[in-house]
């Protein structure tokens, strides 16, 4: 039987596959209980094991440097599991599986659950993990978190946040970059994980990490750029961010170090992962084990594309749900990542993405899931069963991104229209839906159904890697404006963002005004347009403490995420207004909730004033004033009841009640 019409067969009836000397059911073959480990080292042996239930056989080749010194062939086991040993001490040496579907032998490869691997990930390596624990590894811990309201996440890419001169970093591009203490920039400022402290975010946010296909880790100096979203093996760390690629130790040691250096400063850590394709179908480890199992197929036996990347997972099929779930666990346990961010999110199933917050939460209920509740094409399968944003509220525990709240704030994705901070009419509702958390809230009428159970499920942005920077998506739309006005508007988006009853998410740099050269997609260009020119730290320190006043702001006021679907709408009432690019809100009624009585936040999108009517009456303190952001107060302002107040234009006012 031909590979092509395996996969058709595959498709349309997985059972007449097997190969496997148990009998498959529900379609299914069966897979191990315990956890998958394709290489198990110790210095008397190693073991070996593989799931191919269509394979007739299955060997593994043992090398040492460049060379096959030794050939082992794999005997069948139990649950479709083949399985082998190699006596004695294999430490550093590499190995590939290979299969025989059909009398054709597969090309070979690393398998699927390899930990590590040679450059350019074309052999599994034999390692034993203890030793790339970098000192004092025993005792790290993740930061204690102890309400939702102290999460801001900042999503960074390494080569942007350190590849630039002005980041002063020893290790421009590289893990340890990203590790070091004490950077500065040219005018003595914080630059790396000491400006994130500083900012005071909580979680930092690690584009793709995992091991991808798109650049080559054998050239010294690599200064080619990707983002990563092009996965070649899971469970291991990209050689390019690593001082050695060569070295198979050296990215995990390196990437270890990292979340060490952020867990002792305060930082938790959250990776990127993107389970739904691989960059490759033909040439990755999921193909090469068991053709058209891994990918979700077309009849006519060509992969599913809902990825737009050329293929799709089966998140739905045994083994692949297993993958993915022992996968996360291995991040957790081994790196000590604290939360994952799950890139196309809509291509995994419901029932997947429920066992994997179970199963996380077994290990650490604080760990933060989120991700893209879209697919970039139609995926084929159920899309009732499928993580989309609109069923964010049946996967407790799981947030979305809200493009609602994106959208409504700075214009459509095409950057042809503006938005609310562009002063244009009609984003009122957009902008509420996303300042309570895309919750249902009875002062909300928005054109789609809430999709969230919980404010906690709203991730509430305005810009993040894809796309446009905030700064050029600005400059495009508003060239009339001057530089103040569009700095105005940046501060008005974040400050929306900051308020939201949901988690608060933002792009490295957007605090510090960068530009990308107005690309849109900068995916691969050059540093030229990615990395962050540092001197902006000194050029804008004051819409950079404009951004760390939010932060701060927060996280001094636990009112500003209630957590609590019914809490938001209990205690959240909408202020009238007949300004028709203005939202104001208030917290109201907090005794044992928050510090404060009241807190009133306008945000004024439009050009000209805003008025409000504050039903209370007091001496209320000013936090932020559409200039800067003090949580201590900057003045006060006495009112009485219902006394109308002005906002200026392109202007956020905060006032807190005591």
């Known amino acids: 039987m031909n590979n092509l019409l395996k996969k058709t067969l595959f498709a349309l009836w997985p059972i007449a596959l097997t190969a496997c000397a148990e009998s498959p059911s529900d379609g299914e073959w069966p897979i191990p209980e315990e956890p998958i480990c394709e290489m198990n080292y110790t210095p008397e042996a190693t073991d070996f094991a593989l799931w191919a239930p269509t394979a007739e056989e299955v060997e593994v080749r043992i090398y040492a440097g460049e060379a096959c010194e030794q050939i082992l062939p794999m005997t069948p086991a139990e649950a479709c599991m083949w399985r082998t040993r190699i006596e004695g001490d294999q430490h550093g040496k590499s190995y590939t599986f290979r299969v025989k579907v059909d009398g054709t032998w597969l090309a070979e490869s690393a398998g699927i659950f390899a930990r590590a691997v040679t450059a350019n990930g074309l052999r599994g390596v034999i390692l034993d993990l203890a030793t790339t624990n970098p000192d004092g590894w025993d005792a790290d811990c993740s930061p204690v978190l102890t309400a939702a309201n102290q999460i801001a996440v900042y999503e960074m890419h390494y080569r942007d946040m350190t590849a ?80 050695d690629a060569s070295e198979p130790a050296a990215r995990i040691r390196e990437l270890k170090t990292l979340v060490q250096a952020m867990h002792r400063a305060g930082l938790r850590v959250v990776l990127d992962v993107v389970y739904n394709h691989t960059t490759w179908a033909e040439r990755c480890g999921f193909e090469l084990t068991v053709p058209g199992y891994f990918y979700r197929m077309l009849p006519d036996g ?56 179970e199963r996380l939460s077994a290990i650490d209920p604080t760990i933060l899931l989120y991700g893209e509740g879209w697919a970039a094409m139609n995926p084929a399968y159920e899309e009732s069963q499928l993580a989309f944003k609109r069923y964010t509220h049946r996967m407790p525990g799981v947030a979305a991104f809200s493009d609602d709240l994106r959208n409504a704030l700075r214009g459509n994705l095409e950057c042809t229209v503006g938005g609310f901070i562009h002063g244009i009419e009609g ?26 159970g919980e404010p906690t499920q709203h991730m509430s942005y305005v810009t993040c890697h894809d796309d446009h920077n905030l700064r050029d998506r600005l400059e495009h739309l508003s060239p009339e404006a001057s530089e103040q006005e569009r700095l105005q508007m940046a501060k008005l988006a974040q400050t929306a963002v900051f308020t939201s009853q949901g988690l608060p998410f933002i792009f490295c740099g957007e605090e510090l005004y960068r530009t990308k050269l107005g690309e849109k997609n900068t995916y691969n260009l050059p540093d030229k347009y990615n990395a962050i020119d540092w001197s902006n730290k000194a050029r804008y320190r004051s819409f950079y403490d404009y951004h760390r006043g939010l932060i701060a702001l927060r996280k001094a006021h636990p009112a500003f995420c209630l957590g609590r679907a019914d809490r938001v709408r209990n205690h959240l009432e909408f202020l009238p207004t007949e300004n028709t690019a203005a939202v104001g809100f208030r917290l109201k009624e907090l005794d044992g909730l928050d510090s404060a009585r009241e807190i009133v936040v306008l945000l004024n999108g439009s050009r000209k004033e805003a008025s409000f009517a504050l039903p209370t009456a007091g001496r209320w303190r000013i936090v932020a004033d559409g200039k800067q952001v003090v949580p201590e107060g900057i003045g006060t302002l006495q009112t009485t009841a219902n006394e109308v107040i002005q906002v200026k234009p392109i202007e956020a006012l905060i006032l807190i009640l005591d």
Request: hydrophobic share 30%.
């Open 164 to 243: 630039h001169p002005s980041a002063g970093s020893r290790y421009p591009g590289k893990y340890l970059g990203m590790a070091e203490r004490g950077t500065r920039s040219q005018e003595g400022l914080p630059t790396g994980l000491d400006h994130l402290v500083e900012l005071g975010v909580s979680h930092v946010h690690l584009l793709p990490t995992a091991d991808f296909g798109s650049i080559d880790e054998t050239i010294p100096h690599n200064d080619q750029y990707n983002w990563g979203y092009e996965p070649q093996h899971f469970n291991t760390p990209e050689g390019t961010y690593s001082t």
């Open 302 to 357: 060509s992969f599913a594309n809902g990825s737009g990347c050329g293929n799709e997972t089966a998140s739905e099929r045994a083994m692949m749900r297993k993958f993915m779930v022992e996968s996360l666990e291995y991040w957790v346990r081994e790196y000590h990542i604290d939360g994952f961010r799950f890139d196309l999110m809509a291509i995994h199933d419901i029932e997947t993405m429920n066992l994997i917050r």
């Open 427 to 452: 984003n009122q509702e957009g902008v509420k839906f996303g300042l309570v958390g895309g919750i249902a809230h009875p002062e909300v009428h928005h054109y789609e159904a809430p999709w969230c």
